[in-house]
């Protein structure tokens, strides 16, 4: 089977059926944003007063130093490249419904929850990249079929979530919120806790993934070298630049509310791509419980299902999310 058929067929009539090209090959990109250095966090000697200025300037940084060994790191590379290399139909078979991962490509948005949905046909203009979306409380029920899979994936998923409690508290102490353990238990539950791996195929020109910005508490990007990640800044947009060894930590809408607006949450996309190679990113959001009440001088008193629940209406009608500004108090 060739690589090419690995994907979507819809995918297919657009990739590049021209082989990599080398490593020092320059190639142009389309509309291409500015270059720009995002702070770098050193998670071994965190600075504060550095964390603050990222959250509160950027909503987005570099984190360096987390403590994951690096075996952990190539096994989860491996691992996930070598299950999205499946055939398309036996990807489709794996994830069905009966399992708790669910496989999606295409013009599919995915909820916190992992469920697909479709958007407004206005909108569906088509984004290449296919990705399964991994419920971390889930790993225990998935095939047998995927039982290195789940190994690996439970082994990430306990560094990335010791990262996430960390950055989280050291926020918090810096806003100064004095939360109990039951508040950042709900601000951040384990359980919503979700692994979403994707992969953007060798093409002509490829759409990539349209500007929002995520409704997690705190997203944890773990990009490749290929790089595609592009912010927003003062109305402009950046490259972020591959670091090696390290994540990029993207804010996002719960961790605006939060912190009253003091911190922002970040709009970010995968830009169009003039590309010879594929792009693979694997990502960490975390999300509140449901039942989490969030209340702040800027938006009306809402629960994180009731922000859920709006976000796909959003999608279905308008085919894109709004977010935060429907919950924005009267003027």
């Known amino acids: 089977m060739s690589n090419t058929e690995s994907y979507p067929p819809e995918f297919r009539p657009l990739m590049s059926s021209e082989p990599a090209e080398p490593e020092t090959t320059v190639e142009p990109d389309l509309n291409r944003s500015k270059d720009s250095n995002i702070p770098v966090i050193d998670m071994e000697r965190l600075d504060m007063e550095k964390l603050r200025e990222a959250c509160k300037d950027w909503g987005i940084f570099h984190l360096e130093n987390t403590g994951i060994p690096s075996t952990v790191m190539s096994q989860v590379k491996e691992i996930t490249e070598s299950l999205l290399s499946l055939p398309f139909e036996e990807k489709r078979k794996l994830f069905g419904v009966n ?177 010879k190679k594929e792009r693979y990113s694997i990502i960490y959001f975390v999300y509140p419980d449901k039942g989490c009440m969030f209340k702040s001088t800027r938006y009306k008193p809402f629960a994180f299902s009731e922000f859920e629940a709006q976000v796909k209406v959003d999608v279905e009608i308008h085919g894109s999310k709004i977010g935060l500004p429907n919950f924005l108090n009267a003027p």
């Open 99 to 275: 399992s708790p991962l669910s496989y999606y490509w295409g013009t599919h948005t995915v909820s916190p929850s992992g469920d697909t949905m479709k958007r407004a046909p206005q909108e569906s203009s088509g984004h290449l990249f296919e990705g399964i979306n991994v419920p971390l409380a889930s790993l225990a029920h998935v095939d047998p079929k995927l039982e290195s899979f789940r190994v690996v994936l439970e082994e990430y998923g306990r560094h990335i979530t010791r990262i996430v409690v960390t950055l989280f508290e050291a926020m918090a102490e810096n806003l100064s919120l004095g939360l109990s353990n039951d508040q950042k238990r709900s601000y951040l539950s384990e359980s919503t806790g979700v692994i979403r791996v994707q992969r953007y195929p060798r093409c002509t020109e490829s759409p990539g993934l349209e500007a929002h910005t995520d409704s997690s508490v705190i997203s944890i990007i773990n990009q490749d070298e290929v790089g595609g990640l592009e912010f927003m800044k003062d109305g402009e947009w950046f490259n972020v630049t591959p670091l090696a060894n390290s994540f990029v930590i993207a804010l996002g809408d719960m961790m605006q509310v939060i912190s009253d607006e003091e911190y922002k949450s970040v709009l970010h996309k995968v830009g169009r791509r003039m590309k």
